[in-house]
């Protein structure tokens, strides 16, 4: 789906969360249609679930709110709820032994992506070799194919004047 696609056209939303006091991130996981945030985490303690579950509040309260207010509900005849999204944490997640969650979030994204169960267990080196790959490659294909990214592209000409 393309970035700027109406959000009722969505089952899913996936964003990363920085848990500012853990200098941790996390995988959240908007689902819609259950009006349920799922929480991915890959240092999973009492402790760290809490601070966890407190990053997620801000996004659980306010993207109702967001909604309403840009009328993702009416779209599809939905009534207008403001509660708050249910905040839920995702269970059985292999676990990071050193400082890699920047690894584990990219990968517990690309598993849900591809429907993919994710494994209890996995190689970290093995993924962070893997994905330090892929972005070479796809930096080698965009210098050799001169390809811009979109954000990196220039502007298609004079926006229009809304007024």
Not at 37 to 51: E, F
Request: glycine share 4%; charged share 25%.
């Amino acid at each position: 789906m393309l970035c700027g696609s109406p959000w009722n056209l969505c089952d899913h939303v996936l964003f990363i969360i920085h848990m500012e006091t853990e200098s941790h991130w996390i995988l959240g996981r908007l689902n819609i249609e259950e009006r349920r945030m799922y929480m991915y985490n890959s240092l999973s303690t009492a402790m760290k679930d809490s601070a966890a579950i407190k990053a997620c509040q801000p996004f659980a309260v306010l993207l109702p709110h967001f909604f309403a207010l840009f009328d993702e509900f009416k779209k599809e005849n939905k009534p207008v709820c403001l509660d708050p999204f249910e905040v839920v944490k995702v269970d059985g997640l292999p676990q990071q032994t050193s400082n890699d969650c920047g690894c584990f979030v990219a990968s517990f994204a690309e598993y849900f992506i591809d429907m993919k169960p994710i494994p209890p267990i996995f190689d970290v080196e093995k993924h962070r070799d893997r994905l330090a790959v892929l972005f070479y490659k796809y930096a080698r294909m965009k210098e050799l194919d001169f390809i811009d990214s979109e954000d990196e592209a220039p502007p298609k000409g004079p926006k229009k004047n809304l007024s």
